[in-house]
């Protein structure tokens, strides 16, 4: 389906003037995650799924937990790192990444086979750092593409309708059709033989740049309960707590052809509760090898979401006009996650690990329980399912200790982009969104690097993370208008303190 022809179904599904901000990108970034967790965890590229005996595996593997035999508590603080700062916010940002504690009981069976072990433990961590900052000179405008024409679009919507969105009514508005953008020139009059405004038109632009922040956090809770049976049988549980705290703010500035610039300023800010269960397997197939198979799936994570938005517009350097939103709700749900996972030990020396998971992000899902807008979220999911695609994602580590006490590692992840190659993002012109920004993000590949010391009860670990991602950018949804190529490079130091009991 061509993008005017995805406008009008999207705009005409929610005639009425009804407020919503989510949509397609935002289902993406809710449902991926970082590398994060314990040093330990994080150096080892997160592929310990078979290998277990890491707190922070109750997050992915539940019952990798199971083959802990005493009892651990682990506190983990990092620092990440963007390549730039943004509208006044830093690059870097000091992070609390885990806090956790398992409690392992000892069944005292004397037999070799039959439970063992039945562990319990509660995690916090972070599932997403949202800190990330972007100062883009947007390229290809070339005198001839433009913002202004999707908002003269939207305008024109608007006019006929009189339904009136935020962008809409703050560039050309609603209660005086010469506003500022409009009498001044950025976006042009169109006028039948008698005089009559009869819509809005574009003008094409010399240059244009765009600036974003990200910050907030998604914070996970995991409550965890494993079997241990046999020393060959592992299973495991656990339910999934999450608060999302999202913030971001966006500038763009972009100079006319006929010599007036403006600049919009926009704000966005999402909360939102939710919880998933994890259920997790892995089995020693062959009695006297230490070669594991793990599988474990997650249940869609279901979230009830809270938006505000706002912007504020200025052009030739005189205020123009500014709006806001009222808060409003939705739920929101996740895709499935499907992972299998294979380990192996030499020894007390040696580990490796290997991991594949799988999330199908074309089953994102928004619901509301206002029959009203029941229509406006059935466009969005189907929106989803024709822009996104599913995700794979490699995780590979390897662990080596030269001496009991010491130990290095080393790992990597692939992530695959979950956006199809024709994506793009559009917007209703009586919806209340201002941005008309998206980025196609590709794959992500990570490299991390760790070392690990202990002594008695008593570790220390350290981890050093590197995550690299290319992006196509799009002030604006032109589809003949090539995208400028950016970069999403962050880097993240951990330690990891913790004591066996």
């Known amino acids: 389906m061509k993008l005017k022809e995805m406008t009008m179904l999207l705009s005409a599904s929610i005639i009425g003037g009804t407020a919503y901000a989510q949509d397609t990108y935002d289902a993406a970034r809710f449902a991926g995650s970082d590398l994060n967790g314990t040093a330990r965890y994080v150096g080892m590229g997160g592929a310990l799924g078979a290998l277990g005996g890491d707190i922070s595996v109750m997050g992915n593997n539940p019952a990798g937990t199971a083959m802990f035999r005493r009892s651990d508590i682990a506190l983990t603080l990092s620092g990440v790192f963007t390549d730039e700062g943004a509208l006044g916010h830093d690059k870097a940002r000091m992070s609390i990444d885990n806090a956790g504690v398992i409690i392992a009981t000892n069944q005292h069976n004397r037999s070799s086979s039959g439970l063992q072990y039945v562990n319990f433990g509660v995690n916090i961590a972070k599932r997403n750092n949202f800190l990330g900052n972007h100062n883009i000179g947007v390229e290809h405008l070339n005198g001839v593409f433009s913002q202004t024409y999707q908002i003269a679009d939207m305008a024109n919507n608007a006019y006929d309708t009189g339904n009136w969105g935020m962008l809409a009514d703050m560039s050309a508005p609603e209660y005086d059709k010469d506003g500022k953008l409009v009498h001044d020139g950025i976006i042009g009059e169109l006028f039948d033989e008698a005089g009559n405004l009869t819509g809005y038109t574009g003008i094409g632009a010399n240059e244009?740049?765009?600036?974003?922040?990200?910050?907030?956090?998604?914070?996970?809770?995991?409550?965890?309960?494993?079997?241990?049976?046999?020393?060959?049988?592992?299973?495991?549980?656990?339910?999934g707590l999450y608060s999302i705290d999202y913030n971001r703010e966006s500038y763009y500035e972009e100079m006319g052809s006929d010599g007036h610039y403006y600049d919009l300023s926009n704000w966005y800010a999402t909360n939102g509760d939710g919880f998933d269960v994890k259920l997790g397997f892995i089995c020693r197939p062959f009695e006297y090898s230490p070669f594991r198979i793990g599988f474990h799936v997650h249940t869609p994570t279901w979230y009830k979401m809270d938006d505000t938005n706002g912007s504020m517009l200025y052009m030739d350097d005189e205020f123009v006009s500014q709006k806001a939103s009222e808060p409003y709700d939705y739920s929101y749900r996740t895709p499935w996650k499907l992972g299998l996972s294979l380990g192996h030990t030499v020894g007390k020396q040696f580990a490796i690990g290997a991991e594949y998971e799988y999330m199908d992000y074309s089953t994102c899902k928004y619901y509301t329980n206002d029959w009203s807008e029941d229509?406006?979220?059935?466009?969005i999911n189907s929106f989803t399912k024709n822009m996104m695609k599913a995700q794979h994602t490699l995780k590979l580590g390897v662990e080596y200790k030269p001496i009991d006490e010491f130990s290095v590692r080393f790992g990597y992840n692939y992530v695959s982009s979950p956006y199809k190659n024709d994506a793009f993002r559009t917007i209703a012109y009586d919806s209340p969104f201002t941005e008309t920004d998206f980025t196609n993000w590709k794959d992500i590949q990570r490299i991390t690097i760790g070392m690990g010391y202990r002594y008695k009860g008593g570790y220390i670990d350290l981890a050093y993370q590197y995550s690299t991602q290319k992006g196509d950018f799009y002030a604006f949804d032109d589809i003949d208008l090539k995208p400028t190529e950016i970069n999403n490079d962050r880097s993240q130091l951990m330690c990891t303190f913790g004591f066996k009991f």
């Open 208 to 239: 244009a740049n765009f600036k974003r922040a990200t910050y907030g956090s998604n914070l996970q809770t995991d409550i965890n309960l494993s079997l241990n049976f046999s020393e060959r049988y592992f299973v495991g549980i656990s339910l």
């Open 375 to 379: 229509s406006y979220f059935r466009n």
